[in-house]
């Protein structure tokens, strides 16, 4: 591990030899610590086919471990501080393309046809925790071409993408997350395996979308509003958090002979409900 970013020696010498200041604003914290660099990898099942969808490589820490396991990778930077520091750090490979700009700005689709021949990416990332969401469901949603995702994310976040029915946990995000992709979080990670250590507790998980969601449901957009109403409220029952929402114009009466017929108690809140019952739930309703 010698010559590589990885290497906490190494990373203070490159960000001395550049003059870099940790952006707070762009959610900058490298990763310094080999397990957990040996775990992503391992985690995200890159082999000499594929093409990566680096999104912030910072300095190149991980990008020099992409590089040498992936055939392809296209890494993605906003600041613009940090590309001559790539220029230098990834300089032993020639497997590697950087782009200046924000990856939510960032066509998927149009970048697959250009960098990949319109084959799907594995995305790989340390991702800056204050847009970790709108990354993530921007992805799921749009119906980019990624085969997975494995991301580091803020602890709290990985158990609330991968949580079930029941828990504190379970919400809007569970469900949409589980919706397009199969979360399985691989490992945590303490503040010290970065540099500067973040405020919080971090984890690795591994998004594998599907190729078909794993419910079907009349009315997709539907489903997701019932699903934010159920959980914007969470102490209330599904009955007044759905009827009380003011984007949706659907009657108690509805609601109540809906749960009926799928055999709910009309107490029932929404952090129960499994995705299948919110399909269900939705289809009757939007009848
Ligand atoms: N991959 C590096 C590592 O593991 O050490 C850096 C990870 S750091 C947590 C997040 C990186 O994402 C930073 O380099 C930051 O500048 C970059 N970034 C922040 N917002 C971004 C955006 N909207 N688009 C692309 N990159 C972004």
């Given at each position: 591990m010698d010559g590589y970013l990885v290497n906490p020696k190494n990373t203070i010498e490159i960000l001395k030899k550049y003059d870099i200041h940790f952006q707070k604003k762009f959610g900058q914290n490298f990763l310094i610590d080999n397990h957990v660099m040996d775990k992503i990898i391992r985690t995200a099942?890159?082999?000499?086919?594929d093409c990566v969808l680096e999104i912030g490589?910072?300095?190149?820490t991980m990008t020099q471990f992409l590089c040498e396991n992936a055939g392809q990778v296209l890494a993605v930077e906003i600041?613009?501080?940090l590309i001559p520091v790539l220029k230098d750090t990834l300089s032993?490979?020639?497997n590697v393309k950087v782009i200046n700009g924000d990856i939510l700005k960032q066509d998927i689709r149009e970048l697959s046809e250009t960098y990949n021949n319109g084959k799907p990416f594995k995305v790989v990332a340390n991702l800056p925790y204050y847009i970790t969401t709108p990354i993530i469901m921007g992805i799921l949603e749009n119906d980019?071409?990624?085969?997975s995702l494995t991301v580091m994310v803020q602890k709290e976040v990985a158990e609330r993408m991968q949580a079930g029915p029941?828990?504190?946990?379970?919400g809007a995000l569970s469900l949409a997350v589980q919706y397009y992709s199969e979360p399985y979080l691989a490992a945590n990670v303490p503040p010290?395996?970065?540099?500067?250590?973040?405020?919080v507790g971090s984890a690795v998980i591994t998004l594998k979308k599907y190729a078909e969601p794993p419910v079907k449901v009349n009315n997709k957009k539907l489903m997701f509003d019932i699903i934010k109403a159920s959980f914007q409220?969470?102490?209330?029952t599904l009955i007044n958090s759905i009827s009380n929402y003011s984007g949706l114009n659907i009657q108690k009466e509805s609601v109540v002979s809906a749960l009926s017929e799928m055999n709910?108690?009309?107490?029932?809140?929404?952090?129960?409900?499994?995705l299948e019952q919110f399909a269900e739930l939705s289809d009757k309703l939007g009848k």
């Open positions: 099942d890159i082999n000499n086919d490589p910072g300095i190149g600041d613009n501080n032993a490979y020639d980019a071409p990624v085969d029941g828990g504190k946990d379970y010290n395996c970065f540099m500067p250590r973040p405020g409220q969470r102490r209330k709910l108690s009309a107490q029932v809140r929404g952090e129960v409900l499994t």
